[in-house]
């Protein structure tokens, strides 16, 4: 009995004669397919991608992270620069350190400017990119061209992809998309004839996808699966051309060989880790974890979440709050259980089955560094998170249901209507999703609708109705925001808690209760003291009521925190001003554009004091003409008041002529603008200078 279970080493058993013949069942094609299908394919994939996202083209960017990664960001609204390159390279962007996608943004900016539509236009033609390539990568690596095409349309069409296409600020999951199949399909060629020169290119489009997005760090553990299948690389060992190392490897074991050929690979992860975790310290206000228990048992239940969202898509929403510790231990039971029965039987059937393994372990593991073990966010978890593990997800489930499908012999026409209805049903439930995305509103709401206590979703909602002017509207969001999260005591929501109340307070004092702002500023540094926004905002609120000793010290303690805060030097100036001190007023301006040279307040303010001061030995009319030309410039000559500075600066240079041609350009846009004051104010400035006398007086106007 003991010679008849003995093997020789290499020799595949009767369970492995199975797999082989599963294999062929499913590439029993394996005859090359012609190329007027293999196009027909790649224009399939191309169309019903369109299809589905053609209509972000027609959105516009959403007030949750796009502001961080393009329209409020100033090295990316610059385009591209190569201060801007280097700072991509030296600096972290949106707490991380992503200097590919952070260049793709600002050669975005160069191409298009602020124009949402060309933005989404990148994000599209990259996702596009990306289906092929995976097409192309699984029709080479198993030489199944139905199955392959069919992973590749639920990849391009599957409504938990929607995030990553139809959201700018996901460039980084669409472009490590695409470096991500480039890596694969440049391994699989490697696999094929290995060579140092073929691994060298591997490594090199790795390194690339580390710098577009860090989570592709578990590379090297996606390739030893796709050794183990569909290359097989396992069971046939590998030999590589060349001398010394390669000459090495070519003498251990096979296992030894696969594992130590990752070596240098795993060294460009763990670097891409060191260099995330000096990102995030290198971020203010980040975020305390929660108790570990919390994390581990939604990354468990996460897992079958996503795994649930698969098979039935619905409800989907930007942001999920996390359940915190209220999710119930049968519930925590059920998903280790279901984790565990699903692995084990992966495992088992890894040699009758091997694509099981591959694809089971694949979403597993490339869902690791987001899983929520370490907690990046407030979200419990998040579509975008699934948007490459899933290939694995749906590697399984493709090769087990084509398996099926030959082993009981379903008709070819039943196949076919299957995988149209499945395409169809996706594709529209991707386009309905799609649409929640055209704008900020609409994606809030649709948010709140699917989603229950989510103060994040009304945080974003009211601070969308803040920027537009309906105080009312905000001020209930901001409201029904801090409601929800009084219940959250953990330290690592003071962050969040803070903005809300800082959000509240900046609604309260647009609406003139400015009372009820100071106490909800107050609220806001007491459970954030190290919060500068806040601060500086305090200001602004006790320097409008007039209280301006008040004022500077709030500044005083925002620059402090932020010491390169250029609006926070811009007021402290004015204040100064106010005070009678020109000379700290022109320090802090100087300053001020120092840090932003866009700064136009600054520009503008500072061109008054020294056109206008009652001090001669501060006065200097040419300077004053120079910075007021360029505050005009900074706001695309829309500004009234920019143009009584400029008028102002004319008149110290004796210029009458020119100073009368400002201040009416000047007063003409503030009668368009409905600004009777300012028209009066401009026309005593223009009877000053009909009568060759300058503007003296030292005060912001």
């Not at 929501?493 to 647009?510: E, K």
Request: charged residues 15%; hydrophobic residues 45%; aromatic residues 12%.
């Amino acid at each position: 009995m003991a010679t008849r279970r003995s093997r020789s080493v290499g020799r595949p058993g009767k369970s492995r004669d199975v797999a082989h013949r599963l294999d062929r069942s499913l590439t029993a094609r394996r005859q090359t397919p012609s190329r007027a299908q293999v196009l027909l394919i790649y224009l399939f994939l191309a169309a019903i991608t369109w299809l589905v996202f053609g209509q972000t083209l027609r959105h516009d960017f959403v007030n949750f992270d796009d502001h961080v990664y393009v329209y409020d960001n100033p090295l990316v609204k610059g385009g591209l620069t190569i201060n801007g390159i280097v700072g991509a390279f030296t600096h972290p962007h949106a707490r991380n350190w992503h200097p590919l996608t952070t260049i793709s943004h600002m050669l975005d900016c160069q191409l298009y400017g602020l124009n949402a539509g060309g933005h989404h236009f990148t994000n599209l033609a990259l996702h596009t990119i990306a289906v092929l390539l995976l097409f192309r990568v699984l029709r080479v690596a198993t030489g199944a061209l139905w199955p392959s095409a069919f992973v590749a349309a639920v990849f391009a069409i599957h409504p938990l992809h929607v995030e990553s296409v139809a959201w700018v600020s996901e460039r980084k999951d669409v472009l490590s998309a695409v470096l991500f199949m480039l890596t694969l399909a440049a391994y699989v060629r490697y696999a094929r004839a290995p060579s140092p020169g073929r691994y060298s290119i591997v490594a090199m489009i790795f390194a690339l996808g580390l710098m577009s997005k860090p989570m592709l760090v578990t590379i090297p553990f996606v390739l030893l699966l796709l050794d183990y299948w569909p290359l097989r690389r396992f069971d046939k060992g590998t030999q590589v051309t060349g001398r010394g190392i390669a000459s090495w490897l070519n003498q251990r074991p096979r296992y030894q060989q696969l594992f130590l050929e990752k070596i240098p690979l795993l060294v460009l992860s763990g670097l891409s880790c060191l260099v995330t975790i000096w990102a995030e310290d290198q971020a203010t206000g980040s975020l305390e974890q929660l108790p570990f228990t919390w994390r581990l048992n939604n990354a468990l239940v996460t897992y079958i979440q996503y795994l649930r969202q698969t098979f039935w898509p619905a409800r989907l929403a930007v942001f999920y709050p996390h359940p915190n510790n209220a999710l119930s231990i049968w519930q925590v039971a059920l998903a280790t259980t279901f984790l565990l029965a699903i692995s084990a039987m992966a495992i088992l059937l890894r040699k009758k089955r091997p694509y099981a393994f591959t694809g089971w372990f694949w979403y597993v593991g490339m869902l690791v560094p987001v899983i929520g073990i370490v907690q990046i966010g407030e979200q419990g978890h998040a579509d975008r998170y699934t948007y490459l593990p899933h290939i694995g997800l749906l590697l399984l489930i493709v090769w087990t249901a084509a398996d099926f499908a030959t082993a009981w012999r379903f008709r070819r026409e039943h196949r076919w209507l299957v995988a149209t209805a499945t395409i169809a049903i996706l594709s529209y439930g991707a386009v309905v999703q799609t649409s929640f995305w055209k704008n900020s509103e609409a994606l809030w709401n649709h948010t709140l609708s699917v989603t229950s206590n989510n103060d994040f979703a009304h945080n974003n909602l009211g601070f969308l109705y803040l920027r537009r002017g309906e105080l009312d509207k905000a001020i209930s969001h901001f409201g029904t925001a801090l409601k929800i999260r009084s219940g959250n005591i953990q330290m690592r929501y003071n962050l969040g808690t803070a903005l809300v109340h800082m959000n509240l307070a900046n609604a309260l004092a647009r609406k003139g209760r400015a009372e009820e702002a100071i106490v909800h500023y107050e609220e806001a540094i007491k459970l954030r003291p190290d919060y500068g926004d806040a601060y500086y905002n305090f200001g602004s609120v006790l320097f409008q009521q007039g209280w301006i000793d008040d004022a500077i010290g709030q500044w005083q303690k925002a620059l402090a925190i932020q010491p390169n805060d250029a609006a926070a030097h811009t007021s402290l100036g004015n204040a100064f001003l106010q005070k009678g001190w020109p000379d700290k007023a022109i320090a802090h301006y100087q300053k001020a554009l120092e840090i932003d040279p866009g700064e136009a307040n600054a520009c503008n303010n500072m061109a008054w004091v020294l056109a206008t001061s009652s001090d001669p030995s501060i006065r200097n009319g040419t300077r004053a003409v120079s910075l007021a030309t360029q505050a005009i410039e900074i706001s695309g000559g829309k500004d009234a008041t920019c143009f009584r500075t400029l008028a102002a600066s004319y008149g110290e240079c004796g210029k009458f002529t020119d100073a009368m041609a400002a201040a009416e350009k000047g007063r003409e846009i503030a009668i368009s603008r409905g600004d009777s004051h300012l028209v009066r104010t401009l026309e005593r400035d223009i009877a000053l200078y009909r009568a060759d006398t300058p503007l003296h007086q030292g005060t912001l106007h």
